[in-house]
């Protein structure tokens, strides 16, 4: 795909406004998560006793882990990732943290305890913050609202989400000038994001209730004029929206198939894991045959954004932070940044370590630190 110019939207003053010249975004089909995997080792050194040796060797990790960044991940080859014990051979080596959502810094609706005190701590010591979910639900400005919710003094211009990713997808690929529109499995967050770049679409959240007829003669009847879908996660998920889908996808000539992400679980209430978009996604190219393009982590659309947007160029100053190893550390892995994985999600310490068979897709794939939560990043204790 030729490199195109976006012009896309961003947040001034707590309006949602276009700006142009944002950057070309690179995008990855679901089979590229397994190039984040490295090779596995192990320092098996976790004791009191040990600490010195911890110390010494995390310094050293710090150094190979620097040199590693710069190139692709498979380039780097990581031993086992190592729990955090002194928290300033991450902190000293990072100016910039980016927070997967949920599972790091909430679970549900409810904050996990201490987060908004590291936070506050992070802009003390004067690192760059920013938040970047595959979470398409919401809209930036619908997670600015959840934010605040929870009282978290997070900007909109520091939160990224897939379903702004695949809206900026859409305008960077000239999508509008088509004339086509988008169908939608999802919820209002890409559909509001749709409507700030100007992008007409139909289903969504406007389809929850709909039901084909499956009697003699039954058809639905699609939209002709449809040159892409567009897959979220979906709390309404029904047949008739999986039926349309299929017929665009099957019948409409080069109607594109997209997929906001490919999670398998998430976090919808902080009592257990839920059927996440991997579910959606799956059932789409279950009845289609065909894959989609990723927008979201471990797809590089958002890093290249943010990349380009705010000048930086060495990202062996950055620190992704996340609680999956498939989507977060991939992410990371894959595009030069350093690693941290939270234990306070998805991925627990004995799929980490081996200890456990890992699930499907997550072979490999190696942090370079590890924390219960981020609050290890200070101590803190809730």
Not at 56 to 69: E, G, P, S
Not at 157 to 179: H, M, R, V
Not at 376 to 382: E, K, L
């Amino acid at each position: 795909m030729a490199s195109r110019a976006l012009s896309s939207p961003a947040f001034v003053g707590g309006a949602i406004l276009p700006f142009s010249a944002a950057p070309h975004f690179g995008t990855a089909k679901t089979k590229a998560t397994g190039a984040a995997r490295g090779t596995s080792g192990k320092y098996g050194i976790y004791s009191c006793a040990a600490a010195a040796a911890i110390t010494t060797l995390q310094a050293r990790r710090m150094r190979n882990v620097k040199r590693a960044a710069c190139g692709p991940a498979t380039t780097g080859v990581l031993n086992k990732a190592e729990k955090l014990q002194v928290p300033q051979f991450l902190l000293g080596n990072v100016d910039i943290f980016i927070f997967d959502c949920d599972g790091v810094i909430w679970r549900g609706d409810s904050v996990i305890p201490g987060i908004p005190q590291v936070i506050d701590k992070l802009r003390a010591d004067g690192k760059t913050l920013f938040f970047v979910t595959n979470n398409s639900t919401k809209s930036r400005a619908g997670y600015k609202s959840k934010f605040t919710s929870l009282g978290l003094d997070v900007q909109p211009e520091e939160i990224f989400s897939s379903s702004f990713a695949a809206a900026a997808y859409l305008e960077q690929t000239k999508f509008k000038d088509t004339g086509k529109k988008v169908y939608i499995i999802g919820e209002k967050g890409i559909s509001e994001e749709l409507d700030l770049v100007g992008i007409p679409w139909l289903g969504g959240e406007g389809d929850k209730d709909q039901a084909p007829n499956l009697g003699s003669g039954g058809k639905v009847d699609v939209d002709h004029d449809v040159g892409a879908v567009v897959v979220g996660f979906d709390r309404h998920i029904n047949y008739y929206k999986l039926q349309y889908a299929q017929l665009c996808l099957n019948e409409l000539p080069g109607c594109e198939f997209i997929a906001t992400n490919m999670d398998r679980v998430t976090h919808l209430t902080d009592a257990q894991e839920w059927a996440g978009n991997g579910t959606m996604v799956g059932a789409v190219s279950g009845c289609t045959g065909r894959e989609p393009t990723v927008v979201g982590k471990p797809a590089p659309l958002m890093i290249d954004y943010i990349a380009q947007k705010y000048g930086i160029s060495d990202r062996s100053r950055i620190c992704m932070v996340g609680d999956r190893l498939d989507t977060d550390i991939a992410f990371g892995r894959n595009n030069g940044l350093k690693t941290c994985l939270t234990l306070s999600g998805v991925t627990s310490e004995d799929e980490l370590m081996d200890r456990v068979p890992r699930k499907k897709g997550t072979e490999g794939i190696q942090p370079e630190f590890y924390v219960d939560t981020i609050c290890d990043f200070y101590g803190i204790r809730p």
